[in-house]
């Protein structure tokens, strides 16, 4: 068996020769338009390589959780989320479809109707599969909303603030800084730290 030869010529559109490759990768070339056959043992490429035509680079902005505007943005998102669940509770469009569906099956006067309890099953699913959306909906814009109210500090975290201020003060003297520690040491033993 005869090992396959790198025999067809690769050049530019300017004449500048890349060396040698082989005839089937020269063919896939040409298949997938990147080449053209200039003659029989020699391919032109349609771009050279050390050209890059497409923009592939990434871009080196890096995006970072920007807290948002504490007045204007998180009262406009309190908004969406408060709309977004007046929206659920009064879209009430599904039951009355339902209800509607269900008047038009035919009262059979106590007939077995197998399709017409099949239908009033289904369109039961259906609500109810609804109703289960719209919970979820709901718990999700409750969280929304819970994580964009403001947060209230608790006592705990009140009194940690104000000792972290007094100890970072370059005015704090050992003695206030004792009293500090003292303090410090009741409220963990009142608040079971």
């Not at 592939?56 to 959780?65: H, R, T, Y």
């Not at 009262?107 to 959306?133: F, L, N, P």
């Not at 947060?151 to 800084?177: F, G, H, Q, Y």
Request: hydrophobic residues 35%; charged residues 30%; proline residues 4%.
């Amino acid at each position: 068996m005869k090992p396959i030869e790198k025999n067809i010529i690769v050049i530019d559109k300017q004449g500048n020769s890349y060396g040698a490759t082989y005839p089937k990768r020269a063919k896939g070339l040409v298949k997938n338009g990147r080449a053209r056959f200039v003659n029989e043992k020699t391919i032109c490429l349609a771009c050279p390589p050390n050209k890059i035509l497409e923009d592939n680079k990434m871009n080196d902005n890096i995006n970072e959780n920007i807290p948002a505007d504490e007045t204007g943005n998180k009262t406009m998102e309190m908004r969406y989320v408060l709309e977004q669940i007046e929206r659920v509770l009064n879209n009430t469009s599904h039951i009355t479809e339902a209800l509607k569906e269900l008047t038009l099956i035919p009262d059979t006067q106590g007939i077995s109707d197998i399709s017409g309890q099949a239908k009033a099953y289904s369109i039961a699913d259906i609500v109810r599969t609804r109703e289960t959306t719209n919970q979820q909906l709901l718990k999700l814009y409750e969280k929304m909303y819970d994580d964009l109210k403001p947060k209230e500090m608790s006592i705990k975290e009140k009194a940690l603030e104000i000792v972290n201020r007094t100890l970072n003060n370059p005015t704090c003297s050992d003695t206030e800084k004792e009293m500090l520690s003292d303090v410090l040491a009741t409220i963990k033993h009142l608040c079971n730290w």
